[in-house]
């Protein structure tokens, strides 16, 4: 359960997340129409062309002894690259991007100055901002910059704890489209996979559209995704991953996480290149052991096949 103290305001908040207006309604698989009306969103008209870069991303995949899943999407041409794209990967704490714009969403950024208490006992392992913290309690604002720029679990919880947990989260998701999603547990325990279910599990594509809709998109108003940018563009935990494939002078924003077991790690990010519509990308990875360790340079030479292909 997430935190006793984080209970009290999950009524109103539910209520406000079932009353907000969706803009971003409509999204599903991969047949189904952009997220936003976002400026940067590529116009109908005739297919763009779509990369070819099956034999590259198997490469990898043999290289690492790992499975690839990737989704990119150029706003500017519509142009896409795939490469198990609808398969499912743990989310693990990739999720923290899309939990701070739900924070955001519900309380804005003007409600994000909410103090919020908790005891040594929220406390949980990978929590380097929360942990130091107990006694004095944090702000929405400060939470989500732990859960996103440095990973925190325990802000990570007491975020969702304010949401109404993981379900709420997941529901307000499907709201915006994504039937694909399946939010149930709370950290550490979302990070440890079963390669034989479904929860706390996703897919490339849809994590990907749930970034853009709310980094790109309307679903935030624009001192909201301001704040989301900002905290996604000073991430600390991604310098060896997507940022260490694409080209110099372009501009990431991102959020990583890291799996327990089976060498689960992922990214997922927004691109600004210079003078170009965003690119949204996410990478998702796996091994087939238990005992697998990750490689961040998989997800680097992905996203570097990825910009190569959209360049």
């Given amino acids: 359960m997430y935190p006793v103290r984080a209970r009290r305001a999950v009524a109103g908040v539910l209520a406000a997340l079932a009353l907000a207006p969706l803009t971003a309604c ?13 400026p940067d969103t590529a116009l109908p008209g005739a297919e763009p062309a779509v990369p070819d870069t099956a034999g590259a991303f198997e490469k990898l995949e043999d290289k690492y002894d790992a499975r690839l899943g990737v989704y990119a999407l150029d706003t500017g041409t519509g142009r896409e690259v795939t490469h198990r794209a609808d398969e499912r990967f743990a989310y693990v704490s990739t999720f923290k991007a899309l939990l701070a714009g739900a924070v955001l969403r519900t309380y804005t950024v003007g409600g ?17 901002v ?42 307000l ?18 990070s440890r996979w079963d ?18 809709a709310f980094v790109l998109g309307d679903v935030l ?13 000073t991430n600390t935990t991604g310098d060896e991953v997507i940022r260490a494939g694409v080209p110099k002078g372009w501009t990431v924003g991102d959020k990583t996480g890291t799996g327990i077991g089976y060498g689960v790690r992922n990214d997922i990010a927004v691109l600004w290149p210079p003078d170009r519509a965003p690119v949204v990308v996410a990478v ?14 998989l997800l680097a030479e992905a996203a570097s096949v990825v ?3 959209l360049s």
């Fill in 26 to 38: 409509g999204r599903g698989g991969a047949e189904a129409p952009p997220v936003s009306a976002s």
């Fill in 112 to 128: 994000t100055d909410r103090l919020i208490t908790y005891s040594g006992d929220d406390v949980v392992p990978d929590s380097p």
């Fill in 130 to 171: 929360a942990e130091k913290h107990v006694d004095t309690g944090m702000t929405l604002d400060a939470l989500c910059d732990a859960a996103v720029r440095y990973s925190d679990n325990t802000a990570a919880n007491l975020l969702l704890g304010q949401l109404g947990g993981p379900e709420a989260l997941n529901a």
């Fill in 173 to 190: 998701l499907k709201r915006l489209g994504d039937d694909v999603t399946r939010m149930e547990r709370l950290e550490p325990d979302l």
């Fill in 195 to 212: 390669p034989d279910s479904t929860r706390d599990t996703s897919t490339p594509r849809a994590f990907a559209e749930n970034l853009r």
């Fill in 221 to 233: 108003g624009d001192a909201e995704r301001a704040r989301l940018t900002h905290w996604l563009r």
């Fill in 284 to 297: 998702m990875t796996s091994r087939d052991r238990e005992d697998d360790t990750h490689d961040n340079r």
């Fill in 307 to 309: 910009t190569g292909a």
